[in-house]
């Protein structure tokens, strides 16, 4: 196909975030035009709600980055739109509409729950995902009330637990928070880094200990707990200034199978039972023990990964949407296509990257050459189809005609702009506002057109 050609072509990219804006990029680079339809008013998915606040050179130059392929003349972004069963317009209203390629970089937006008694007590269970939306702005999460009692469990042992454990202890400033593993210390998902900013409140002595109760299971299955205690600690050179007494435990061979509540509907403590170890295929299994504690706790936060939304509209599989197993584009032995595996068959010109293609999988790094790849087997399968002209008008003609504001990337400059100066008003390195009608406004955007 003729260059010419290929710039009749459209793509839509759902969600704006590393994965979708980087995949536009691949896409409009090559003449295609792109439409983006992100939920969020603003772009930039969990590089803008998700990485921790203080982060500033990390987020403001991915920023950068984003507001660079945003300037791309053939790439159209319209926000404050939701694609899904329940949302604005479903990948069926885009297929009928014409779209031949669509790509689907909506990250993970599904919650994992685990089954457990007591998950739906109104007060003190959460799952990290509306946490870290909460603490980074993000309009519903940002009005929301959270209850944050004195004692708080997180469950898992990863980065997003570490930065979830840093905002509590920094910033809400708990008594405790004890981070609670289904595994052992050999086992943990954090990085050395993200432990700097919380191990200066971290309890050494009952690390310790915790590591003395877990010796033999360790052991048992040839670990060293020395080498765990060593990896821990290499955190502490580089410890920064503690801000508040908080106590920082961690947890280790502890599955939940029960959150309790008081009558207030309230949480008052976590069950957990005891696990051992098992090898299995070079990997390490939490088996139950049958022994049941109780935590004294009053809230719980899952930091145990995310899965899709099962509203979107695509078959959901192991926490993410299902990918053809033998896909007709595949990118570096990756497949980017999707597939219904009730009909056995590929669901055609419907292609996944980033968090959607693997739910809770790596840092933005990782998301943007996913993204990238994922256009490229996008861009492999519109040689073999013709994208009607009608299909982009029709598009735009059926989001004005819905009854909410849709943003555009003009919109998002002159909001840039606002927070920008008001962040200099204030002497801030940032300020964001946590409403969308404060957003709109701040875009000129009538009231009367208001969310
Ligand atoms: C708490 C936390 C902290 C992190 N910190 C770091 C860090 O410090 N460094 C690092 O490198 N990585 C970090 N990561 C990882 C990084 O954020 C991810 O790798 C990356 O954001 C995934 O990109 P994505 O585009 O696939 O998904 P997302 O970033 O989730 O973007 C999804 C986009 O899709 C939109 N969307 C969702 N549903 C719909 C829908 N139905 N219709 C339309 N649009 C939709 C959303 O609005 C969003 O803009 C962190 C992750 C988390 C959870
Ligand atoms: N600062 C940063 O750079 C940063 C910050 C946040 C996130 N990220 C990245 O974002 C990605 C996601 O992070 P994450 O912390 O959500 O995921 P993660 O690193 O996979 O950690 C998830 C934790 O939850 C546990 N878990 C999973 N299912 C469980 C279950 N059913 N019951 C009990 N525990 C369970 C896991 O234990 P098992 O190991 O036993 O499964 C693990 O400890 C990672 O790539 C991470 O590096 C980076």
Redesign the pocket.
């Known amino acids: 196909m003729s260059t010419e050609e290929q710039k009749q072509q459209t793509v839509v990219v759902?969600?704006?975030?590393?994965?979708?804006?980087f995949a536009a990029r691949e896409l409009a680079s090559a003449g295609v035009h792109v439409i983006a339809?992100?939920?969020?008013i603003k772009?930039?998915?969990?590089?803008e709600y998700?990485?921790?606040p203080t982060?500033h050179k990390?987020k403001d130059g991915l920023r950068k980055q984003f507001r660079q392929i945003l300037q791309m003349p053939n790439l159209d972004y319209y926000g404050n739109?939701?694609?899904?069963q329940n949302?604005d317009l479903s990948l069926t209203d885009l297929k009928n509409m014409g779209f031949k390629a669509i790509m689907v970089?909506?990250?993970?937006?599904g919650t994992k729950w685990l089954g457990l008694p007591g998950e739906d007590i109104p007060k003190g269970v959460y799952h990290?995902?509306d946490i870290?939306y909460h603490y980074n702005k993000l309009p519903p999460y940002s009005q929301r009330p959270y209850y944050i009692g004195k004692k708080v469990a997180l469950v898992g042992v990863g980065?997003?637990m570490l930065?979830i454990a840093r905002w509590l202890i920094r910033t809400i400033k708990v008594d405790e928070v004890t981070a609670v593993a289904r595994r052992g210390p050999a086992e943990v998902k954090f990085d050395k880094k993200e432990m700097e900013y919380v191990i200066a409140n971290l309890d050494l002595q009952a690390l310790d200990e915790e590591l003395a109760r877990v010796t033999t299971v360790m052991e048992s299955v040839g670990q060293d707990p020395n080498e765990a205690r060593e990896y821990i600690h290499s955190a502490l050179p580089k410890a920064l200034e503690p801000v508040s007494q908080t106590r920082f435990r961690l947890h280790f061979l502890a599955s939940p199978t029960q959150i309790l509540g008081n009558s207030e509907g309230q949480v008052c403590g976590l069950e957990i039972e005891e696990t051992k170890l098992v090898r299995t295929n070079g990997d390490t299994k939490a088996r139950g023990t049958g022994v049941k504690r109780v935590m004294e706790i009053d809230t719980v936060i899952f930091a145990i990964g995310d899965r899709v939304?099962e509203h979107?509209g695509l078959p959901v599989q192991w926490n993410a949407f299902v990918k053809n197993p033998n896909p007709s584009y595949p990118v570096d032995g990756i497949s980017y296509e999707t597939f219904d595996p009730e009909a056995n068959k590929p669901l055609e010109g419907i292609f996944v990257?980033?968090?959607?293609r693997e739910a809770?999988s790596?840092?933005?790094?990782?998301?943007r050459k996913?993204?990238e790849r994922g256009a490229r087997a996008a861009l492999q399968y519109l040689e073999t189809v013709t994208v009607p002209t009608t299909a982009a008008k029709a598009l735009i003609q059926h989001l004005y005609q819905l009854e909410k504001p849709i943003i555009t990337k003009e919109d998002i400059a002159r909001l840039e702009a606002v927070e920008q100066a008001e962040a200099e008003r204030q002497g801030l390195e940032e300020f964001k506002f946590a409403g969308n009608d404060e957003m709109l406004e701040a875009m000129g955007i009538e009231i009367a057109q208001k969310l």
């Open positions: 759902i969600g704006a975030g590393p994965a979708g804006l339809l992100n939920r969020d772009p930039g998915g969990l590089a998700g990485i921790y982060k990390m739109v939701m694609v899904g949302g970089t909506a990250g993970a937006q990290a995902k870290v980065n997003v930065d939304d979107f990257a980033g968090w959607s809770s790596g840092l933005v790094g990782i998301a996913d993204g």
